[in-house]
């Protein structure tokens, strides 16, 4: 295919690598001859494969958009460069001017979910696709773009944000090595997408057009399927939009069949908006005034989701009535946490239902020293494992014992896991009425057990104390400040 100029061009987009002009029912799309290191296009040849790439690899979710490639020739009728013909879409259905405009419904997000899970699932897997999905990749492409990125602190973006980036996202990755091993042994690491943008989308009558996949680096596009998602959310959430984010998150994981902890949802919503970051610092190093704004944009929604991404082991501990299970349940809802109580787990490892009656005196049948530390050993193996897959846990136990608490303190630590340590406290006269008014409770203390451990509680000084004397919507907010 040739082109020939036309008259009625009506309009160009630019971007760092390339620019599309727009002429009656067609769009032309230009390679610019850049080399930013991770991508290189100043060869007129690369550029041509490239674009014969682009159209093959788009084809894949829009057919009918993309034509083929056409050569641009000189005056001697040699090729010099290349273009991307494709039908032009409809501005006005661009998924980034609906939202912008409040008006999304939320059934076209739902549609986007199920085409691109769909598209997953029918995606190119394989040995070289899943080496790009371990831990250690990613951890490499999060590093390059550090070092891609530091140039600018102090300049286009605050330093003490790049810092903490650069902290939490060393640190969830650490601990997580057998998360991104399941990720991989359950094939969820494919030939994707790459660079789902909103702008790139267009929301017709017949079913969303998704174009402009990444296709200069086949490792780049080789991504977890939660991962390329989670660059359209990302990107909804930067538009103002974080109810459309969440919802397309959720349907996806709905319709992928993929239940990913909240935690890596968060870690890779973080990734691809430091892409963005990265990609706002190139177009300001080019000369783009207007890029400085949104690389500082993307760097706050990298920060805010690897905080919320940071995986913790949360100890609730106190006295019996104190409130430590009440509060602990709270938390575990509102946290997406994984709850793990010691009193069911001390009643399943001697063979008892949780609601069965086993009271003793203190220290004694089931709660004696052997059946306390077989409990407390299950609580930190279960915690352990549960870490590493990047689940937040909270164990509800009494934490009575510093040795205990030192093993779990250890669990966290091997998982790169942040221990929050809280002591439920109420008066002795809330705690007493308490237990002798409760009914249907696992917990088998009695008045007199609760006293006879008030005075062997080892001293915990690293504990934050949370009052429980009120509500539980109290109780809550104290914890959850604790929590950072």
């Given at each position: 295919m040739t082109a020939t100029l036309r008259r009625d061009w009506t309009g160009?987009?630019?971007?760092?690598?390339?620019a599309v002009f727009f002429a009656g029912e067609l769009a032309y799309?230009?390679?610019k001859p850049v080399d930013f290191g991770f991508l290189d296009f100043t060869r007129r040849e690369t550029r041509q494969e490239v674009c014969?790439?682009?159209?093959?690899?788009?084809?894949?979710?829009?057919p009918d958009v993309y034509l083929g490639v056409a050569d641009v020739t000189g005056p001697d009728g040699e090729p010099c460069d290349h273009l991307v013909v494709m039908r032009r879409m409809p501005e006005e259905r661009r998924l980034a001017t609906l939202v912008r405009a409040g008006e999304v419904p939320v059934g076209t997000i739902d549609e986007l979910a199920r085409t691109v899970a769909a598209f997953h699932s029918r995606a190119d897997r394989g040995p070289g696709i899943s080496a790009a999905g371990t831990r250690d990749a990613l951890r490499h492409r999060w590093r390059d773009s550090f070092s891609q990125v530091r140039p600018f602190a102090g300049t286009v973006l605050d330093p003490s944000v790049t810092a903490e980036i650069e902290r939490l996202t060393e640190e969830f990755l650490a601990g997580r090595e057998t998360l991104f091993d399941h990720r991989v042994a359950k094939g969820h690491?494919?030939?994707?997408?790459?660079?789902?943008?909103?702008?790139?989308i267009f929301c017709l009558d017949d079913g969303p057009r998704i174009l402009d996949c990444l296709e200069f680096d086949d490792r780049l596009r080789w991504v977890d399927g939660l991962d390329d998602i989670a660059f359209l959310a990302m990107d909804l959430e930067r538009l103002g939009a974080p109810a459309l984010a969440g919802r397309l998150l959720e349907r996806y994981v709905e319709f992928a069949g993929d239940p990913a902890p909240p935690a890596l949802r968060h870690h890779y919503l973080a990734y691809?908006?430091?892409?963005?970051?990265?990609?706002?610092?190139?177009r300001s190093a080019q000369g783009d005034a207007g890029a400085a704004e949104p690389a500082r944009q993307y760097a706050g929604i990298a920060v805010r989701h690897l905080r919320a991404a940071r995986v913790r082991l949360v100890l609730v501990g106190g006295?019996?009535?104190?409130g430590k299970s009440t509060l602990a349940g709270a938390l575990a809802d509102r946290l997406g946490a994984t709850l793990i109580s010691s009193d069911r787990v001390r009643k399943e490892l001697a063979g008892i239902p949780p609601?069965?009656?086993?009271?003793?005196?203190?220290?004694q049948g089931i709660y004696d020293a052997e059946h306390t530390g077989r409990t407390y050993a299950e609580l930190n193996r279960r915690a352990g494992t549960l870490l590493a897959l990047g689940e937040t846990v909270v164990l509800d136990a009494s934490w009575r014992a510093a040795d205990h608490r030192v093993h779990a303190t250890e669990v966290g630590a091997a998982t790169s896991s942040h221990v929050v340590p809280l002591r439920c406290w109420a008066p002795d006269a809330i705690t007493t009425a308490r237990l002798t008014t409760r009914r249907n409770s696992i917990s088998d203390a009695t008045p007199a057990v609760a006293h006879r451990m008030a005075a062997t509680v080892a001293e915990?000084?690293?504990?934050?104390?949370?009052?429980?004397?009120?509500?539980?919507?109290?109780?809550?907010?104290?914890?959850?400040?604790?929590?950072g």
């Amino acid at each position: 295919m040739t082109a020939t100029l036309r008259r009625d061009w009506t309009g160009v987009r630019e971007t760092h690598i390339g620019a599309v002009f727009f002429a009656g029912e067609l769009a032309y799309k230009l390679k610019k001859p850049v080399d930013f290191g991770f991508l290189d296009f100043t060869r007129r040849e690369t550029r041509q494969e490239v674009c014969h790439r682009e159209v093959a690899l788009n084809r894949r979710l829009a057919p009918d958009v993309y034509l083929g490639v056409a050569d641009v020739t000189g005056p001697d009728g040699e090729p010099c460069d290349h273009l991307v013909v494709m039908r032009r879409m409809p501005e006005e259905r661009r998924l980034a001017t609906l939202v912008r405009a409040g008006e999304v419904p939320v059934g076209t997000i739902d549609e986007l979910a199920r085409t691109v899970a769909a598209f997953h699932s029918r995606a190119d897997r394989g040995p070289g696709i899943s080496a790009a999905g371990t831990r250690d990749a990613l951890r490499h492409r999060w590093r390059d773009s550090f070092s891609q990125v530091r140039p600018f602190a102090g300049t286009v973006l605050d330093p003490s944000v790049t810092a903490e980036i650069e902290r939490l996202t060393e640190e969830f990755l650490a601990g997580r090595e057998t998360l991104f091993d399941h990720r991989v042994a359950k094939g969820h690491i494919v030939d994707g997408h790459g660079d789902l943008l909103a702008d790139d989308i267009f929301c017709l009558d017949d079913g969303p057009r998704i174009l402009d996949c990444l296709e200069f680096d086949d490792r780049l596009r080789w991504v977890d399927g939660l991962d390329d998602i989670a660059f359209l959310a990302m990107d909804l959430e930067r538009l103002g939009a974080p109810a459309l984010a969440g919802r397309l998150l959720e349907r996806y994981v709905e319709f992928a069949g993929d239940p990913a902890p909240p935690a890596l949802r968060h870690h890779y919503l973080a990734y691809r908006a430091f892409v963005r970051v990265k990609v706002a610092c190139l177009r300001s190093a080019q000369g783009d005034a207007g890029a400085a704004e949104p690389a500082r944009q993307y760097a706050g929604i990298a920060v805010r989701h690897l905080r919320a991404a940071r995986v913790r082991l949360v100890l609730v501990g106190g006295l019996p009535a104190s409130g430590k299970s009440t509060l602990a349940g709270a938390l575990a809802d509102r946290l997406g946490a994984t709850l793990i109580s010691s009193d069911r787990v001390r009643k399943e490892l001697a063979g008892i239902p949780p609601e069965r009656d086993a009271a003793a005196g203190y220290e004694q049948g089931i709660y004696d020293a052997e059946h306390t530390g077989r409990t407390y050993a299950e609580l930190n193996r279960r915690a352990g494992t549960l870490l590493a897959l990047g689940e937040t846990v909270v164990l509800d136990a009494s934490w009575r014992a510093a040795d205990h608490r030192v093993h779990a303190t250890e669990v966290g630590a091997a998982t790169s896991s942040h221990v929050v340590p809280l002591r439920c406290w109420a008066p002795d006269a809330i705690t007493t009425a308490r237990l002798t008014t409760r009914r249907n409770s696992i917990s088998d203390a009695t008045p007199a057990v609760a006293h006879r451990m008030a005075a062997t509680v080892a001293e915990w000084p690293e504990a934050h104390t949370v009052f429980t004397a009120g509500t539980e919507e109290d109780s809550l907010v104290q914890a959850l400040a604790y929590l950072g």
